[in-house]
């Protein structure tokens, strides 16, 4: 009879070669950020809101833009092109916030993040993935540090659109509920 490792971090980043395309097939919330398409998993994805007032934060981690007011919750908000190491954009004018669920540590919270544009839900099967080897290649001509947030790279329609996984986004920003995050549900 095998052990079982009861020390593993159930919150360690999955590395890609584990992920199967089978796995990674499913429905994605496509949204444009800074001139690249990116997805997330239709299930971590609550709603998508116009824009809101964002209130600034004194002291708060570098990748968090501020708080909302999502009908009587203070909703913090990630900024994902802080976060991605993507060139600044305003959050004035046009952009949207999509409010997800996301697991901090061993809890479930609401998160915000800003985008610039919800375009679509795709449904993605196995021939939409390009092979892990090329999300990997990606990484290997710079020093991207957030490498295991994406789960791979779907071509649809001629673009290429980076699948994030919420959980090892957050857990590369260090972000969870001992910190001083504003986080209420």
């Not at 020390?7 to 001139?35: M, Q, W």
């Not at 708060?60 to 913090?76: D, T, Y």
């Not at 916030?97 to 919800?118: C, N, Q």
């Not at 993605?124 to 490498?147: C, I, V």
């Amino acid at each position: 009879m095998s052990e079982v490792d009861t020390t593993a971090d159930l919150n360690a980043p999955i590395p890609l070669d584990l992920l199967s395309e089978d796995l990674r097939c499913g429905k994605y919330v496509i949204f444009r950020l800074a001139h690249g398409e990116y997805g997330i998993a239709i299930e971590n994805v609550r709603e998508v809101l116009e824009t809101l007032d964002i209130t600034t934060v004194p002291h708060s981690p570098a990748c968090i833009a501020g708080v909302i007011n999502l009908r009587g919750s203070v909703v913090p908000v990630i900024d994902l092109r802080r976060s991605l190491e993507l060139p600044a954009g305003p959050l004035t004018g046009k952009f949207c916030i999509m409010v997800i669920w996301a697991t901090l540590g061993s809890t479930d919270k609401v998160l915000g993040i800003v985008v610039d544009e919800v375009l679509e839900v795709l449904k993605l099967n196995s021939s939409d993935f390009l092979g892990s080897h090329a999300l990997q290649k990606t990484f290997e001509f710079g020093e991207l540090k957030p490498a295991s947030c994406f789960i791979g790279v779907a071509q649809v329609r001629g673009k290429c659109k980076l699948l994030l996984n919420i959980r090892d986004l957050l857990a590369y920003l260090n972000l969870n509920p001992s910190k001083a995050l504003p986080v209420t549900a």
